[in-house]
């Protein structure tokens, strides 16, 4: 059971924030475009500064929801750190 919930975790941190906003925004594929990199500085870069704040706050928004589901769901102290390492791993790779 605790696998499915890390793997749950894992999901939450691999959707493409980047991806999504500067498709939403700017309609590119921002892993095309600047150094193909999906994150908020290539966002910043060539899409807007607006479209990278985006960026930037769903990220914290996955980390903070990642804790805040982990504790919902009654995971002690240390699946709840191991629900942040998944869902930072999940948005590194």
Same mark, same amino acid.
């Given at each position: 059971?605790?696998?499915?919930?890390?793997?749950?975790?894992? @999901?939450?941190? &691999?959707?493409? !924030? #980047?991806?999504? *906003?500067?498709?939403?925004?700017?309609? /590119?594929? +921002?892993?095309? =475009?600047?150094?193909?990199?999906?994150?908020?500085?290539?966002?910043? @870069?060539?899409? &807007?500064?607006? !479209? #990278?704040?985006? *960026?930037?706050?769903?990220?914290?928004? /996955?980390? +903070?929801?990642? =804790?805040?589901?982990?504790?919902?769901?009654?995971?002690?102290?240390?699946?709840?750190?191991?629900?942040?390492?998944?869902?930072?791993?999940?948005?590194?790779?």
């Amino acid at each position: 059971m605790e696998i499915g919930m890390l793997a749950m975790f894992y @999901l939450l941190g &691999s959707i493409p !924030a #980047a991806w999504l *906003v500067a498709k939403l925004v700017g309609g /590119k594929d +921002i892993s095309h =475009v600047g150094s193909g990199n999906v994150g908020v500085m290539n966002v910043a @870069l060539n899409v &807007s500064r607006w !479209a #990278a704040l985006v *960026v930037f706050l769903v990220e914290i928004a /996955k980390g +903070i929801a990642s =804790v805040l589901l982990a504790r919902k769901l009654g995971l002690g102290e240390a699946m709840t750190g191991l629900a942040v390492i998944c869902t930072v791993i999940g948005t590194r790779w």
